[in-house]
């Protein structure tokens, strides 16, 4: 069993590879491997999307290395690979990002990725540290996760999405944030699983376990 962790130079990727690889050898979840390689992403059994930064530029060098957006899209859409997107990884999923300049998405999840705007003026943009998770619906990834449970956030915009079944979980922020998005064989996480201890460890864990 082989997970795909996509090195697209869109972040660093130190921590997420070294908290995926304790989580591999913790449930028998099979080989971590970091990688900017297209013929490595298509035979992977298993795909993880980060991104670091604005969504233009993260969807531009997605794009801009050889052949490895059209892997990725081909063993998530055709062949039907778990997938997990993460932090800009997981806005990446929207159908339109609306940070800087309009730009199209995956599509995966319908809905667009626009500037966090609290209600409460006395809280600050970027959403930066721990909030409590609210968890919308059941989910294997989810297993050893309750609501209440911490995950780290730094991130400005986020996902509002079309159909309210595929927005997973959310935090408080001075109003509803999407903090977990999902439909079919794909998740994405708002949120640094790698940097939210023990719940971002258990919902790794689940995914390398997860057979959709």
């Known amino acids: 069993m082989l997970t795909a962790i996509i090195d697209y130079e869109s972040g660093n990727l130190h921590s997420a ?3 995926f690889e304790r989580m591999a050898a913790e449930t028998g979840g099979g080989e971590i491997v970091v990688t900017g390689d297209a013929d490595v992403v298509a035979r992977a059994d298993r795909i993880v999307l980060p991104g670091d ?23 998530v859409e ?45 809280l600050k943009v970027p959403h930066m540290g721990w909030n ?18 911490h995950a780290y956030f730094v991130h400005s915009y986020h996902m509002e999405v079309r159909d309210r079944a595929q927005r997973l979980a959310h935090v408080d922020y001075g109003g509803e944030v999407t903090a977990v998005i999902g439909t079919g064989t794909m998740i994405g996480l708002q949120f640094h699983p790698e940097k939210s201890q023990a719940t971002g460890l258990r919902m790794i864990g689940n995914f390398l376990l997860w057979s959709p």
């Open 17 to 19: 590879q070294k908290a």
């Open 53 to 75: 930064g604005a969504f233009p530029a993260c969807m531009a060098e997605l794009k801009g290395h050889s052949g490895l957006y059209d892997a990725m899209v081909e063993a």
């Open 78 to 122: 055709a062949k039907g690979r778990p997938f997990m997107g993460i932090c800009v990884g997981m806005q990446l999923m929207a159908t339109w990002g609306r940070e800087y300049a309009d730009t199209r998405g995956l599509d995966w999840v319908a809905g667009e990725v626009r500037k966090i705007e609290p209600a409460d003026p006395t």
């Open 132 to 149: 409590d998770l609210v968890l919308g619906s059941a989910h294997p990834v989810f297993d050893g996760v309750a609501t209440g449970d």
